[in-house]
């Protein structure tokens, strides 16, 4: 579970659960209850990546950000996160990119 603490928003924190890019669960604290449990619902089940091309963006009333556009942020956070442990995991070594070279590389 991550859980990112939002900014410019009547919600306070998400929590968030995802396994292999697919969303598994989301809950925010604070703001329009309803309303974030509908967002909640909506996109279980769903790609982070799809989620955050939906959702960036979106802008409360006047404000900068919204709720949706917070839990794109808080997406794009952990695939990042994500991205750097598995990097980090499975590192390739500069010989073994040298081997995918071609001849008319060299």
């Known amino acids: 579970t991550y859980t990112y603490t939002t900014q410019g928003t009547c919600s306070r924190t ?3 659960e ?8 989301v ?4 703001g329009c209850h309803g309303n974030l449990q509908g967002i909640g ?3 279980r089940g ?10 960036e963006g979106i802008r409360c009333a006047t404000k ?9 942020r808080a997406l794009k956070a952990i ?3 994500e991205n750097k442990k598995l990097f980090i995991k499975n590192p390739v ?14």
Do not use: W
């Open 27 to 30: 809950r925010f604290i604070g």
């Open 64 to 72: 900068p950000t919204s709720c949706p556009d917070q839990l794109a």
């Open 79 to 81: 695939l990042a996160e």
């Open 46 to 55: 769903m790609k982070a990546s799809d989620v955050i091309s939906r959702l």
């Open 93 to 106: 070594s500069y010989t073994h990119l040298r081997a995918h070279e071609t001849v008319l590389d060299l």
């Open 14 to 16: 998400i929590e968030i």
């Open 18 to 25: 995802i396994e292999n890019d697919t969303i598994c669960d």
């Open 41 to 43: 619902a909506l996109v």
